[in-house]
């Protein structure tokens, strides 16, 4: 549990106090916090986590790096919709 990445990002947080390995083991997701509420991102990560929930950690890495090579640049993705996301990883 605890992961990397920005220790006050709220979906790092709200999964340690719930005890959960990431938001794809929330029966509240989506929720309307952290990026899910941020219109750039939330495309993005609830179709990452969508991503996940349908194929697992494993597998949603392995496609991520796959499509999209070792250096992502989320960038590229902001303000798409979670529709346009998941086709990217699972066309």
């Known amino acids: 549990m605890g992961g990397g990445g920005d220790?006050?990002?709220?979906?790092?947080?709200?999964?340690i106090k719930r005890d959960?390995?990431?938001c794809?083991?929330?029966e509240g997701f989506p929720c309307h916090e952290g990026y899910f509420y941020d219109d750039a991102w939330k495309g993005l990560f609830i179709g990452l986590v969508r991503c996940v929930r349908e194929v697992g950690t494993a597998k949603t890495s392995e496609l991520?790096?796959?499509k999209?090579?070792?250096?992502?640049d989320n960038g590229n993705y902001r303000f798409k919709g979670e529709e346009e996301v998941g086709p990217l990883l699972l066309s």
């Open 7 to 15: 220790e006050k990002c709220h979906q790092r947080e709200c999964c």
């Open 20 to 22: 959960l390995s990431g």
């Open 24 to 26: 794809w083991q929330c």
């Open 64 to 66: 991520i790096r796959s």
């Open 68 to 72: 999209m090579g070792k250096l992502v």
